[in-house]
Structures are given as C-alpha cells and as structure tokens.
C-alpha cells in the first residue's frame, strides 16, 4: 500500500488513485472477465495486484493470464504474486511495447489505466492498441472513477452494461463492451 500511495504522488499521470483497488471492484471485474471462460485474459495497469489476485482466483486453470504493468515498482511485488502460478505471463513495460504473440489473443481485456490522465491521443493509441491485442468480438472492461471516459470506449466498444460500487476510494465504474469491427476515425 505504501508503494502504491508513494507512486500515486510522484507519478499522477500513470498512477490514478491513492489506494489499490478494493476487494469488491477487483471481484467485480473478475467475475465479469471470466464470464464466458475466454481462453485468454490480459490484464493491462495491474498496479500491486489487486485486481490480478481476483482473476487468479476466479479464472478457468486453463486461462492465460497475460499482465502488464508500466511501473517497474510494482514488478516485485507482482512477480512474488505470480510465483506459483501456471499459465501466465508478466510484461514490465508499455502495452504498446507488449510482445507481438499477444496480439489477437485476448477474449476479454481488462483495464486498470487511469485515462482522466491521459492526454486525448494517448487514449486513443491505447485504445486501438487494446483493439489489436482482442480476438474478433472481444471483451474490454475497465474501471474508471468517472463515466466520462465512457464515451470514448463507446466509439470503440458496443456497450454491454456499466456498473458501479461505492466499495472503493474512490468509488469507481466498470464499463463493459464488446469490440467493434469497423471502427471510427478517432476525432475526440
């Protein structure tokens, strides 16, 4: 928590909250990327794990997990996580930057990412980026602190349902789409 707390401040842009995510919005996201058994889940903005702990828990065994985080603080702490795990995969690094096998393999994508502090062509690029690693038909979930965002998933993702819980800090959103196959030119 003091890693998370001490990132939040130094890096604003990277690092959207003060806190991990609760235990409920981490459950929340779980069950809804396990839902229909994909047989592989990336998991983009995994911080310390929080969210990452409940796909463990909930995924198939034969699930693959494939996690990136950016901040190479945290990659301890997910690493010691991840120690006995099988089936998954740990990228310390940009999504953009993440290895080409995982393109076109993800069922579901969930994301953590803060894009209220992401300038309008970095949510873009990150959202064609999560465009290339979805298999046709794709699932993309993501939790924001604000709906505001979800308009610009909406020009990428049809919008299967949103809900919310007051059982984080901040309370947070969960927005849930499936990928569109003709996408539009990203204007705003």
């Known amino acids: 928590m003091f890693d998370f707390l001490k ?3 130094q890096s604003p842009k990277t690092i959207g909250a003060i806190a991990p995510s609760s235990s409920r919005l981490a459950n929340m996201m ?3 990327a396990v839902a229909d058994r994909p047989a592989v889940i990336v998991e983009v903005g995994a911080g310390d794990g929080a ?3 409940a796909l463990l ?3 198939h065994p034969e699930t693959t997990l494939l996690i990136c985080e950016q901040n190479p603080v945290f990659q301890e702490a997910l690493a010691k ?3 006995d795990e099988t089936n998954v995969e740990l990228f310390i690094g940009d999504i953009q ?3 080409e096998e995982w393109h076109h393999q993800a069922g579901v994508l969930v994301s953590g990412l803060p894009f209220a502090s992401f300038p309008l062509p970095l949510r873009h690029d990150l959202l064609e980026t999560f465009q290339t690693l979805l298999q046709p038909g794709g699932h993309f979930i993501a939790f924001q602190y ?3 965002h979800f308009k610009t998933f909406r020009r990428y993702f049809f919008e299967h349902s949103y809900s919310y819980t007051l059982q ?7 927005f849930e789409g499936v990928q569109k196959e003709d996408l539009p030119c990203p204007q705003s």
């Open 7 to 9: 990132e939040a401040i």
């Open 30 to 32: 779980a069950q809804r």
């Open 51 to 53: 969210i990452t702990q």
């Open 57 to 59: 828990r909930a995924r």
């Open 81 to 83: 996580l991840l120690a």
């Open 97 to 99: 930057n993440c290895p």
């Open 146 to 148: 604000t709906k505001l």
């Open 168 to 174: 984080n800090m901040p309370p947070a959103y969960v």
